[in-house]
């Protein structure tokens, strides 16, 4: 892709996920990742109703009635875009594919947490790391992010979540909020990874799929490959019995990735190609305020 046009493609991205940012998403992403504690702000005089434990007993006793400590969240947050970029995600039979939803995605991610001041960063996966990119704050580091995914184009087809997760442990010491976004289509464990990662990060999991894959259209006898593993298969697309099978595949692929998110208990949200990312998300966001 030439520079003007990926610049153009970003600009058009930035546009669109930054204002579902400002007027959707500000507030809920704030109530729903909270900082990583509570930090010292200042000393006053007590108020009916203030937590007792939090009286300041040095202040208190040099001056003529009761002091408290008053904390505020410490807000600086670190955000993480686990991003899968093997060949399944260039899958797309509507209006994008998997891998260009995932982009919008990680753009209003990305800029909703600069809009509260925290770092952004990101790990282009496939079986291996494509590009790590060190989490930094501002608006500059996010449309590189933004710039990167667009136009990188992966060296490996198959995909390795656990290897992955490991990586990102490895990378990443600070307890940070993760974002994994994957279509999750890995015949490889990697349900104890993410369940590691999530003991000392916040794992949160974007699910991506695409309604074509359930659904063979009539077109005779073809040969259907495997992005990623490059396997070949020679199918009848007539046969009801063969499409139902497909179907019935499929569905329960989607119904595996389900049980093994909830199984790790990772908060997640299932989006598809054709369908708007602002309500699952806001679904999504609004489960984890308590």
């Known amino acids: 892709m030439e520079t003007k046009e990926l610049l153009k493609k970003v600009k058009q991205i930035e546009i669109k996920t930054k204002g579902l940012t400002n007027h ?8 729903a990742f909270k900082g990583i504690g509570m930090a010292f702000s200042e000393v006053r005089e007590y108020q009916i109703g203030d937590d007792v434990r939090n009286i300041d007993w040095n202040v208190t006793a040099r001056f003529d009635g009761p002091f408290v400590k008053v904390f505020e969240e410490e807000r600086e947050l670190t955000v993480m875009l686990l991003i899968d970029i093997s060949d399944s ?11 260009e939803l995932s982009t919008e995605i990680a753009a209003v991610l990305a800029f909703s947490a600069i809009a509260n001041n925290d770092k952004i960063g990101a790990i282009f996966f496939s079986d291996k790391i494509e590009k790590f990119i060190p989490p930094k704050k501002g608006r500059k580091h996010a449309l ?11 060296e ?8 992955a997760l490991s990586y990102f442990r490895n990378a990443i010491k600070r307890r940070s909020i993760a974002f994994l976004i994957s279509d999750f289509i890995d015949d490889k464990d990697y349900l104890q990874s993410l369940q590691i990662a999530k003991r000392k990060h916040d794992m949160v999991a974007i699910h991506l799929y695409d309604e074509a894959e359930r659904t063979l259209p009539k077109m005779g006898i073809i040969r259907l490959e495997n992005a990623e593993s490059g396997q070949k298969e020679w199918i009848n697309t007539q046969s009801k019995s063969v499409r139902n099978r497909y179907a019935a595949s499929f569905d329960e692929q989607q119904k595996n990735i389900h049980y093994n998110l909830r199984k790790t208990g990772v908060d997640f949200a299932s989006i598809a190609t054709n369908e708007s990312y602002v309500l699952p998300l806001m679904k999504l966001f609004k489960s984890r305020v308590v």
């Open 24 to 31: 959707i998403f500000s507030g809920e992403y704030h109530s």
């Open 89 to 99: 995600a260039n899958f797309g039979s509507t209006e994008k594919s998997k891998k």
């Open 144 to 154: 590189m992010i933004l710039r990167e995914l667009i136009e990188f184009t992966p």
């Open 156 to 163: 490996s087809k198959e995909t390795d979540i656990s290897f």
